[in-house]
């Protein structure tokens, strides 16, 4: 993180990924906060950028951006008195317990953890190595993943076939 | 390429000229410089070439659609009616941008603008001649997936907050549409991925450039699904059930007026060149054409092909009807969907047999044409009849998404 561009672009991200974070727990309305959420993985995608992890930074817009969010503007539309607020909750005191431990937890190992710093330059192509990884050496958990999505699918139409 | 001299005054490609001066800007300016003057100066050649197109082509498919359909279309301002698209244009600007009372105003005024951004970024990362590229990613086929993911969110916002029930249910049904013939589009990118062993777009016209073949001829089934999917995804006529006139008004922008609505105008075209070029680079050899690239610049080859494909567009327009929601959705998941499954199959084979038998490109090639056209034929005509002849107990009884969506399905109206 020596050059002025990689610093630039890091604390851009930073700032768009966290801000619009908070504003999705911040905005009233629900369709705005989605959109917010949105932003906000657009900026984690450029964060991945900056890291040389191109592959990762494109299936994070590609699965994230057109497609969770897709889904969750979807079940947003279809549930009957959602769209209209974010609502006032009773979790609301024990989701800041939660989310202030969370965050001390992480920023604890962050502070703590002895980390290595990467000698090599940026990677020439990540996919290649990706997909070998993913069919060689961690083939086990790809097929399991697999097997449980098609199980997820399945149990999709099971659920919505009538007769 | 041994004939390109990568001399600035080179024409057959700009990109030498460009990359001559960011040279020269690098030796005498500090090091972001010629990053940020290559964004600048990618950007306006992208821009500088999207618009004019879209000025000439918004005339000529109005030409071409009156032809087609025994009308004059425009013909009375300027020659041939060619200032058409100028006195269109100086009319959206004048007219008045209405926002309805009940529109979500910052979403409302953000939807047309953000509807450009998709189809103008997909130019990016495509090659209009050897150098000419603005960014040569290594993930490139996967970013055009990635970047037309992203047409969904957009056309859900202008849709959703124009607070109209034309317009929330053009945006739904749009969605749908989206999120479902990605997925066979994408498939059929995969064919050419296997092929190429790259996903880099320069890449994959240079392997076709090496081969001395189009991708065409070794995926004929393929870019007729790329062709389907990506007319659905710009929603032009025959898949346009996102702004069908005689069902839903305009669809998602139904409230739209003014220079708010010639931007989703021209995000329409926008999308068809961005389309019509990702078929020409990927399918149709981009800026080579054997050996002609030598002395036609290869940039002027690139555009003959994009503007061909966008002809077809133009073509499909005119002649065929709209198809019925529930018939649209379903040619995606029930036949599109297995046939490009089918595809990458057989290409993975073919591949596999090329590489591990170690043959001889020039035999092996002609031969995976001749059978994946075969192939195509075969499973296509194989495949509809299968469908068509499946029994009245094996075909849904009702579209019930469909019917949700706002679709009126014919003969169930009850």
């Known amino acids: ?163 | 390429m041994p004939l390109f001299l990568a001399q600035w005054w080179d024409l057959r490609d700009l990109g030498n000229a460009a990359g001559a001066f960011l040279e020269w800007l690098g030796d005498w300016g500090p090091d972001w410089l010629p990053y940020t003057v290559s964004a600048i100066v990618g950007c306006l050649a992208i821009v500088l070439f999207l618009v004019p197109s879209q000025f000439v082509f918004a005339w000529a498919e109005r030409r071409l659609i009156g032809r087609i359909q025994s009308r004059l279309g425009p013909n009375r301002v300027g020659p041939f009616g060619l200032l058409q698209t100028v006195a269109d244009t100086i009319k959206l600007l004048t007219k008045e941008a209405i926002t309805t009372r009940n529109a979500d105003r910052w979403v409302f005024w953000l939807a047309p603008v953000v509807v450009l951004v998709p189809s103008v970024v997909v130019f990016a990362v495509l090659p209009f001649g050897e150098g000419m590229i603005v960014a040569d990613l290594n993930v490139g086929v996967l970013f055009l997936a990635a970047v037309g993911s992203v047409n969904a969110i957009v056309v859900f916002m202008a849709g959703w907050s124009s607070n109209n029930k034309f317009a929330l249910l053009g945006a739904m049904r749009e969605v749908a549409m989206l999120i479902s013939y990605e997925i066979p589009q994408v498939l059929a990118l995969l064919g050419v991925v296997i092929f190429t062993n790259t996903m880099s777009l320069g890449g994959i016209v240079r392997w076709q450039d090496h081969y001395n073949t189009w991708l065409l001829f070794l995926q004929p089934l393929a870019v007729v699904v790329y062709l389907i999917a990506g007319s659905v995804e710009i929603n032009r006529t025959p898949t346009d059930i996102a702004e069908a006139e005689s069902e839903i008004v305009a669809g998602y922008h139904t409230e739209y007026s003014g220079i708010k609505f010639g931007f989703f105008y021209a995000g329409e075209y926008f999308g068809g060149f961005a389309i019509a070029a990702i078929v020409a680079t990927l399918y149709l050899g981009g800026w080579s054409l054997w050996g002609l690239e030598e002395w036609v610049p290869g940039w002027i080859i690139f555009l003959a092909k994009l503007y061909a494909v966008f002809w077809l567009f133009m073509w499909m327009r005119g002649t065929l009807p709209r198809l019925r929601i529930d018939q649209l959705m379903g040619f995606a998941w029930k036949f599109l969907l297995p046939l490009t499954l089918i595809n990458i199959f057989v290409v993975g084979l073919e591949v596999l047999l090329w590489q591990e038998n170690d043959l001889a490109a020039g035999v092996v090639l002609p031969a995976f044409a001749v059978t994946n056209l075969v192939l195509a034929v075969v499973l296509t005509v194989a495949w509809a009849r299968l469908l068509g002849h499946a029994r009245p107990g094996l075909r849904p009884r009702r579209a019930r998404l469909m019917q949700e969506l706002g679709a009126i399905v014919y003969g169930q109206e009850s």
């Open chain 1, 1 to 163: 993180m020596t050059d002025v561009g990689t610093v630039v672009a890091f604390w851009m991200l930073a700032v768009i990924t966290v801000g619009a974070a908070l504003m999705v727990v911040a905005v009233r309305n629900l369709v705005h906060a989605v959109l917010f959420l949105v932003l906000s993985f657009i900026g984690v995608a450029g964060l991945y950028i900056t890291l040389s992890a191109d592959f990762v930074a494109i299936a994070q817009i590609l699965i994230y951006v057109g497609a969770i969010s897709v889904l969750i503007i979807f079940a947003l539309l279809l549930t009957p008195r959602a769209s209209r607020d974010n609502a006032e909750t009773f979790l609301q005191g024990p989701a800041l317990v939660l989310a202030a431990v969370f965050g001390l937890t992480v920023g604890a190992v962050a502070l703590v953890t002895d980390w290595d710093v990467a000698g090599r330059g940026p990677f020439s192509e990540t996919a290649a190595a990706i997909g070998e990884a993913l069919l060689d050496k961690y083939v086990l958990p790809f097929e399991i993943a697999s097997v449980l999505l098609l199980a997820a699918m399945v149990g999709a139409i099971v659920l919505v076939r009538e007769d």
